[in-house]
């Protein structure tokens, strides 16, 4: 009994602890949204982001590391599954800043937000976790909500909407590989190789077209893309100091979280970015989502939150027998 009892303890620890590094690395993770969107008029998205993760890896090395476990932690046998990792984490990011810079932030989060969505259907079809009928009516009211935001087939909608779309696919797959991997794999040694294939793919799309010679298109998007590379005004300097901090501390909480617990019980707490995003919007662009926008947003938090409720009592009621013992 005592020894179930301590299994049990170390089981809701752990929960508590994933809960709390997931809602610190979402909002590490707005502030990483909001900068780089204010960037975004005046810089290349591959040099922004290979600054962001000079940062964040000199973070990671030199305060981080050294706690976790020392430099040894950083050595693993998973190598083809880190980088399969890295390039989900690099084709979602990609995609979702390269919409930032056309659609107003609160927009792009609510439309990437069928991520945690995905997440709970894919921990079911690939990890084998538990989703009841009631949590699968909760993922269909937020998907309908992401519908609700795109807008197909009117004029509010923007192509633009579809790259964060997209990009939750592979956001999704890359919690999914987390959860695969947590059980072997520190979070410093998740979130060091995903810095590396960050490093690595924006210095390659720097060397391939950051002279801007293919920038000029008119499409905001594609122009944050191909912009060429300058250096940084002393005024933004500050704003890559905070981005390349957001970046690794979020990357190791993010990390952490899915490492101890169910994915299906992780990813609802990712909707705490919502009105985060939705404040952002407001304070730095003076973007006010509209009453379409904000039935769309309503219905994705809704059915997160559902989600979340759901989770806490099943928990509650399959210990509850425990307890009374």
């Given at each position: 009994?005592?020894?179930?009892?301590?299994?049990?303890?170390?089981?809701?620890?752990n929960?508590?602890?994933?809960?709390?590094?997931?809602?610190?690395?979402?909002v590490?993770?707005?502030v990483?949204?909001m900068?780089?969107?204010?960037?975004?008029?005046?810089?290349?998205?591959?040099?922004?982001?290979?600054?962001?993760?000079l940062?964040?890896?000199?973070?990671l090395?030199?305060?981080?590391?050294p706690?976790?476990g020392?430099?040894?932690?950083l050595?693993?046998q998973?190598?083809?599954m880190?980088?399969?990792?890295?390039a989900?984490?690099?084709?979602?990011?990609?995609?979702?800043?390269?919409a930032?810079?056309?659609m107003p932030l609160?927009?792009?989060?609510?439309?990437s937000?069928?991520?945690?969505?995905?997440?709970?259907?894919?921990?079911v079809?690939l990890l084998?976790?538990?989703?009841?009928?009631r949590?699968w009516?909760a993922?269909?009211?937020?998907?309908?909500g992401?519908?609700v935001v795109?807008?197909?087939?009117t004029?509010?909608?923007?192509?633009a909407?579809?790259l964060p779309?997209?990009?939750?696919?592979?956001?999704?797959?890359?919690?999914?590989?987390t959860?695969?991997?947590?059980?072997?794999?520190?979070?410093?040694?998740?979130?060091?190789?995903?810095?590396?294939?960050?490093?690595?793919?924006s210095?390659?799309?720097?060397?391939?077209?950051?002279?801007?010679?293919?920038?000029?298109?008119?499409?905001?998007?594609?122009?944050?893309?191909?912009?060429?590379?300058?250096?940084?005004?002393?005024?933004?300097?500050?704003?890559?100091?905070?981005?390349?901090?957001a970046?690794?501390?979020?990357?190791?909480?993010?990390?952490?979280a899915?490492?101890?617990c169910?994915?299906?019980?992780?990813?609802?707490?990712?909707y705490?970015?919502?009105?985060?995003a939705?404040?952002?919007?407001?304070?730095?662009?003076?973007?006010?989502?509209?009453?379409?926008?904000?039935?769309?947003?309503?219905?994705?938090?809704?059915?997160?939150?559902?989600t979340l409720?759901r989770?806490?009592?099943?928990?509650?009621?399959?210990?509850?027998?425990?307890?009374?013992?």
């Amino acid at each position: 009994m005592s020894v179930m009892e301590d299994s049990d303890s170390v089981a809701a620890r752990n929960r508590l602890v994933g809960m709390l590094c997931i809602a610190g690395a979402m909002v590490l993770f707005s502030v990483n949204d909001m900068a780089i969107k204010f960037l975004s008029g005046g810089y290349a998205l591959h040099q922004v982001i290979l600054i962001r993760t000079l940062i964040a890896m000199t973070l990671l090395l030199t305060v981080i590391v050294p706690f976790q476990g020392g430099y040894a932690a950083l050595r693993t046998q998973r190598l083809p599954m880190h980088l399969l990792r890295g390039a989900f984490v690099v084709i979602a990011n990609m995609l979702f800043f390269v919409a930032l810079a056309a659609m107003p932030l609160a927009e792009a989060v609510a439309i990437s937000f069928v991520s945690p969505l995905l997440i709970s259907i894919l921990s079911v079809l690939l990890l084998g976790e538990t989703v009841g009928p009631r949590r699968w009516v909760a993922i269909a009211v937020g998907l309908f909500g992401v519908v609700v935001v795109l807008r197909p087939g009117t004029e509010a909608f923007r192509m633009a909407a579809l790259l964060p779309l997209f990009g939750a696919g592979a956001y999704a797959m890359l919690h999914i590989l987390t959860r695969k991997m947590g059980g072997t794999e520190r979070a410093t040694t998740l979130a060091f190789y995903i810095q590396i294939t960050f490093v690595t793919v924006s210095a390659s799309m720097g060397l391939a077209f950051g002279d801007g010679r293919l920038s000029g298109t008119g499409d905001a998007s594609l122009d944050f893309l191909l912009r060429s590379w300058i250096w940084p005004a002393r005024e933004d300097w500050p704003v890559f100091v905070v981005l390349g901090l957001a970046s690794g501390f979020g990357a190791v909480l993010i990390s952490q979280a899915y490492r101890l617990c169910e994915a299906a019980l992780v990813a609802p707490f990712e909707y705490i970015a919502m009105p985060m995003a939705v404040m952002w919007g407001v304070v730095v662009f003076g973007d006010w989502p509209d009453a379409v926008s904000w039935t769309g947003i309503m219905l994705i938090v809704g059915g997160g939150l559902y989600t979340l409720w759901r989770e806490t009592r099943t928990r509650t009621l399959a210990q509850a027998p425990r307890a009374r013992r």
